[in-house]
């Protein structure tokens, strides 16, 4: 059993991935080709967002969101404490200041009630100007936007959407990639929507914004490649990638995020008087980057691990570690009791085989499995 099965995925495609990447070597148009464009179209036209920017990773993605607002030393910007490293590396990058928040126990997104908290103690420290929320929509679920907007309009923040596990998540009709003043994505071939290498895009409805962003990803450029008007980087998404993201977006909206949904939902009707399934609160509808679980203490987290693992079943621990205790961001100082939710999730969740090719025998075989253990 695959924890993500990407050969399944490509069986299913085979064809148009392998005319698409066909196309982009026939033409050899590597960087810059038309499926660049036209991917950055069909993307914003998805989200809903006037402005699509392809770049070479969710990373950089979020980087030159940070760069066009121009954030570095002296800025203050607010980050889940659980989450992929990135989120807040960008900040350190820039020379920002990353502020960790706790989380919410159910959902596993920024906590609006630790965030407040946050920014009241960092703006009476006085050391870092608050600028920016990092609002993670975690395993595929969008987070409270409605709450961060409040939040953002109080203090005078912008929100940065990292949907870089988020895509194709939405909440009401509105998609993930629209909700932050800009927004990044990922498409790390295990991420809901995965190219066959590194790939990223960023999302704002701002022109000026998306002007700067496609400047920043070349080199600063001005009115032609070898114009610099200021210091950027190279960010471009290969046309390769775009080739196959093309060949595989139309599956993707039409046929996977329903899979995913459905194999979610068997899960959770299976297992919740067995343990504790992930909570999607009412209007929210999620892209299920994860399925994760949550165990009573890291005892039973790691036994069902080793247990599943000797029947052949793959899980992995997202995430081990709270960002406040990676070693990178030592330079900082943060309180272990600041964040009480972040400090059990890394020792009890565990997320399960998810994605749209998975059969219902494999899940059968995985929940059979969790009941086993908890039999014992
Ligand atoms: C994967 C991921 C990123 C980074 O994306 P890359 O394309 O790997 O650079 C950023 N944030 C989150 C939450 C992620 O899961």
Not at 25 to 54: K, M, P, W
């Amino acid at each position: 059993m695959q924890f993500r099965d990407l050969k399944a995925q490509y069986a299913a495609m085979k064809d148009s991935i392998d005319a698409g990447i066909s196309a982009v070597i026939n033409d050899c148009n590597f960087i810059s080709g038309r499926q660049v464009a036209e991917l950055e179209a069909r993307l914003a036209e998805y989200t809903g967002v006037r402005h699509c920017i392809a770049c070479a990773n969710g990373t950089d993605a979020l980087l030159l969101a940070l760069m066009a607002w121009g954030i570095g030393p002296g800025d203050a910007v607010f980050v889940p404490d659980f989450t992929f490293f990135s989120s807040g590396e960008v900040v350190s990058t820039v020379g920002a200041v990353p502020v960790f928040v706790d989380v919410d126990a159910d959902t596993f997104n920024i906590s609006c009630e630790s965030l407040e908290k946050m920014i009241k103690k960092t703006i009476k420290k006085g050391k870092a100007v608050p600028k920016v929320i990092v609002a993670v929509d975690l395993f595929g679920q969008p987070a409270d936007y409605a709450g961060l907007k409040e939040i953002a309009g109080r203090y005078q923040l912008k929100i940065l959407e990292d949907a870089a596990q988020g895509f194709g998540g939405r909440i009401g009709e509105r998609m993930a990639g629209s909700f932050g003043d800009i927004a990044a994505t990922s498409f790390f071939p295990a991420k809901p929507l995965g190219c066959y290498g590194d790939g990223g895009a960023v999302f704002t409805d701002d022109g000026h914004l998306a002007e700067l962003i496609s400047s920043l990803r070349i080199h600063g450029k001005g009115t032609s490649k070898y114009d610099n008007v200021r210091i950027g980087m190279n960010s471009r998404l290969d046309t390769l990638q775009a080739a196959v993201l093309l060949a595989k977006f139309d599956a993707f909206k039409d046929t996977e995020l329903e899979a995913v949904n459905q194999a979610a939902a068997y899960y959770t009707e299976k297992l919740k008087d067995t343990t504790a399934v992930p909570v999607v609160p009412d209007e929210f509808f999620s892209s299920w980057a994860q399925y994760t679980v949550k165990l009573e203490d890291r005892t039973m987290r790691d036994g069902l691990q080793c247990f599943l693992k000797e029947r052949g079943i793959p899980s992995m621990i997202y995430y081990v570690k709270p960002m406040h205790r990676q070693e990178a961001f030592f330079g900082e100082q943060y309180y272990d009791e600041n964040y009480p939710v972040t400090n059990v999730l890394c020792e009890t969740v565990l997320s399960l085989p998810m994605h749209p090719y998975l059969t219902r025998d494999e899940q059968d075989e995985v929940i059979a499995c969790i009941k086993e253990y908890f039999s014992h």
